[in-house]
């Protein structure tokens, strides 16, 4: 592959060529890696997500079944009769 140049914003951002982007698979949202490997060097690679599992893949998933209540309801309705 032929060299190519970037250049760095005031914001400290650039852009990866499309070539690179392409050979890596690299795609909008994707995390990269940038290790230092000399003084005028670095070395940057994709990270390999690996899917969440357990009770944190789960996550948001009740938002579905259920609305947001305050929590003043909830402890409400558990303390109806308590005192009766």
Do not use: N
Not at 11 to 34: K, T, Y
Request: some cysteine.
């Amino acid at each position: 592959m032929k060299t190519m140049i970037s250049m760095v914003t005031e914001r400290g951002q650039i852009s990866i060529p499309s070539a690179i982007r392409r050979s890596m698979g690299v795609s909008p949202g994707e995390r990269l890696i940038w290790e230092a490997s000399g003084k005028h060097e670095c070395r940057v690679r994709r990270l390999e997500e690996t899917p969440i599992k357990g009770a944190m893949a789960m996550r948001g998933f009740a938002k579905q079944f259920r609305t947001a209540r305050p929590t003043a309801d909830w402890l409400r309705e558990l303390r109806e009769g308590e005192f009766a």
